[in-house]
């Protein structure tokens, strides 16, 4: 049974950062592809930022390119998503998942098959 548990949301200024982790579980965690969503109230889920099994290819949404920065540690089974320059416009629930397929690299229009129960980041004006 795979599980995914994030951590690491919270209450931050704008401009401040904070770093989200989501801890893996119940999978072969270097084989698969790891992406972060979230979702804002009255909105749909959207993608924020993708990993390959390796952490060689990364993809993000342009709306954080260039402020927040995804990466994984395969030996702790734990992809992590640094935010940097966090502006109100960021606030929402964020989730980490997982593919089910071995080996691909992310690009846009990706789907993914397991879902963690997700971290609330709120970013005050």
């Known amino acids: 049974q795979v599980q995914l548990l994030e951590s690491g949301g919270g209450l931050v200024q704008a401009g401040g950062s904070l770093r989200l982790s989501c801890a893996a579980s119940g999978l072969t965690f270097s084989s698969y592809r790891m992406g972060w969503f979230r979702q804002a109230p009255g909105k749909e889920r959207e993608f924020v930022a993708a990993?390959?099994?390796?952490?060689?290819?990364?993809y993000y949404a342009d709306s954080v390119k260039g402020r927040f920065t995804i990466s994984r540690h395969n030996a702790k089974n734990t992809v992590y998503l640094q935010m940097n320059s966090l502006k109100p416009e960021d606030t929402a629930v964020y989730y980490c998942?997982?593919?089910?397929?071995?080996?691909?690299?992310?690009?846009?229009?990706?789907?993914?098959?397991?879902w963690g129960q997700g971290t609330q980041v709120t970013v005050s004006s």
């Open positions: 990993i390959s099994w390796s952490g060689g290819s990364t």
């Open positions: 998942a997982a593919d089910a397929i071995r080996f691909r690299v992310p690009g846009p229009g990706d789907e993914y098959d397991y």
